[in-house]
């Protein structure tokens, strides 16, 4: 794995890294779309900010809590109001590797 958050000087460059990669791993948003558009496989943690649906392409592996909390989707562009933000907690680090092992082996 290797961390470009910050490297890329542009769009154009984030486009190309990701062309080349074997997989991504992100949050929901713009490497999930730049990895569809260029048909590179995308694990992307989705929050309960916005349904699944909306961005699960053919080559997303959506990784999210199941069942999802009833206050998703939110759509919250601030803070959760919530004591805890039930839509990741169960959303553990072990899950997501063993996600991307199991869809990447």
Same mark, same amino acid.
């Given at each position: 794995? $290797?961390?470009?958050?910050? !490297? *890329? +000087?542009?769009?154009?460059? &984030?486009?190309?890294?990701?062309?080349?990669?074997?997989? *991504?791993?992100?949050?929901?948003?713009? $490497?999930?779309?730049? /990895?569809?558009?260029?048909?590179? !496989? /995308?694990?992307?943690?989705? /929050?309960?900010?916005?349904?699944?649906?909306?961005?699960?392409?053919?080559? *997303?592996?959506?990784?999210? %809590?199941?069942?999802?909390?009833?206050?998703?989707?939110? =759509? &919250? &562009?601030? %803070?959760? *109001? +919530?004591?805890? +933000? =039930?839509?990741?907690?169960?959303? /553990?680090?072990? !899950?997501?590797? %063993?996600?991307?092992?199991? +869809?990447?082996?």
């Amino acid at each position: 794995m $290797i961390d470009f958050r910050g !490297k *890329t +000087k542009n769009l154009r460059e &984030l486009a190309f890294v990701i062309s080349k990669s074997s997989f *991504t791993l992100s949050n929901e948003g713009l $490497i999930n779309h730049f /990895s569809a558009a260029v048909g590179v !496989k /995308s694990f992307v943690v989705f /929050s309960g900010f916005h349904p699944v649906e909306i961005a699960n392409y053919n080559t *997303t592996v959506p990784i999210v %809590s199941e069942p999802q909390v009833k206050c998703s989707p939110c =759509w &919250l &562009l601030e %803070s959760c *109001t +919530k004591e805890q +933000k =039930w839509c990741t907690y169960n959303i /553990s680090v072990d !899950k997501v590797v %063993s996600r991307v092992l199991e +869809k990447v082996s």
